[in-house]
């Protein structure tokens, strides 16, 4: 699957930020989401925080993050 | 009746907490239902325990950690323990209906088992995410709003298969629970809402059921009650597998 990221970045970011903003400061830092580590099948934990963190640096959970939003808008058909 | 095998791996981790504590419902339920259960939990989730019990059981439910072609039990001495391995001990459930709920099984190790005969393979073509709430961790898991919707959907999918229900009624019956549960989250105000929402969507579109006659998959939906079934044969499955496999590279 090759996805423009960088394009869709924005667009999850604009969503994601305006979810923040209606959060408080506790509900941000709170890990909430729970992932596993592809390499070490060891759990990841990320708050609202980490999880902008990670899809700013498009990093591979991000691109995660990404795909999981664009699913739920339909906007991504795969 | 059938003999179900369910093993719960239970490590200090949150995910192997959560699985463990659901699963037990599903444990009671396949007792009420006139099941002979054989229930591994903890450190009872061994490599040598599975390997000993699973001949002789038609049903394996397993609720753990895994990636494209392993399933893991509980950690034993820091190490966790390899239950199955797709090519070197997959071919045990040969004859017998499987569900994974864990990451990533249903890519390689998932077609590996109904290749080698196995009768059904429930599972998931990606990540098992879900979101919890920290403040039911880890005393009251079970009362947990948040993992509620990704927790009873997963025990939807066991409960068919001990329902006896066909390939098809087991996924249909398991996209409904996702389905319901998106309708239920639609309609919350609470703040994480809309991040449930995306998950249990993430999920429902990982989920798979595979059987030597083909698979089921959703295809992407935009909106709840949109949901079309995507059933190919197993020679076009793989090929569809290995697409997968690709997208997670």
Redo the contacts between chains.
């Keep these: 699957?090759s996805l423009d990221f960088n394009r869709y970045r924005t667009i999850v970011l604009q969503?994601m930020r305006a979810?923040w903003a209606?959060?408080?400061d506790y509900?941000r830092n709170?890990?909430?989401?729970?992932?596993?580590d592809?390499a070490t099948?060891?759990?990841i934990?990320l708050s609202?925080n980490q999880a902008i963190q990670e899809v700013e640096a498009l990093s591979e959970r991000g691109k995660?993050i990404i795909?999981?939003?664009l699913?739920?808008?339909?906007e991504?058909?795969? | 009746m059938a003999n179900v095998l369910v093993t719960r791996s239970r490590n200090a981790d949150i995910a192997t907490s959560y699985l463990a504590a659901y699963a037990a419902q599903l444990v009671d339920k396949a007792i009420q239902m006139g099941h002979t259960v054989t229930d591994l939990y903890g450190s009872e989730v061994t490599l040598e325990n599975f390997e000993a019990e699973i001949e002789a059981h038609n049903i394996f439910l397993g609720y753990g950690h895994g990636s494209k072609s392993i399933f893991l039990g509980s950690k034993i001495n820091e190490h966790s323990e390899v239950l199955l391995k797709a090519g070197v001990n997959s071919n045990l459930l040969s004859g017998k209906k499987v569900n994974l709920t864990s990451c990533l099984t249903g890519i390689t190790l998932g077609p590996k088992m109904v290749e080698e005969t196995a009768l059904e393979f429930y599972g998931y073509v990606g990540d098992w995410v879900f979101v919890y709430h920290p403040e039911y961790y880890p005393d009251r898991v079970l009362e947990d709003p948040y993992a509620q919707a990704f927790f009873d959907t997963a025990l939807t999918t066991g409960c068919a298969v001990l329902s006896g229900k066909s390939p098809l009624e087991v996924f249909s019956e398991t996209v409904a629970r996702y389905e319901y549960w998106w309708n239920y989250w639609i309609r919350q105000e609470d703040v994480m809402a809309d991040d449930i929402l995306t998950w249990l969507n993430w999920d429902r579109k990982n989920f798979i059921a595979i059987t030597p006659d083909g698979l089921y998959a959703p295809t992407v939906k935009a909106k709840a009650g949109n949901l079309l079934y995507l059933a190919l044969p197993l020679s076009a499955a793989l090929g569809f597998l290995i697409i997968s496999d690709r997208m997670e590279k």
Excluded: D, Y
């Excluded at chain 1, 709170?30 to 596993?36: D, E, G």
């Design positions: 699957m969503r979810k209606q959060m408080s509900m709170l890990p909430t989401l729970v992932f596993q592809p099948l060891e759990e934990v609202p995660q795909t999981a939003e699913i739920k808008m339909g991504l058909q795969i």
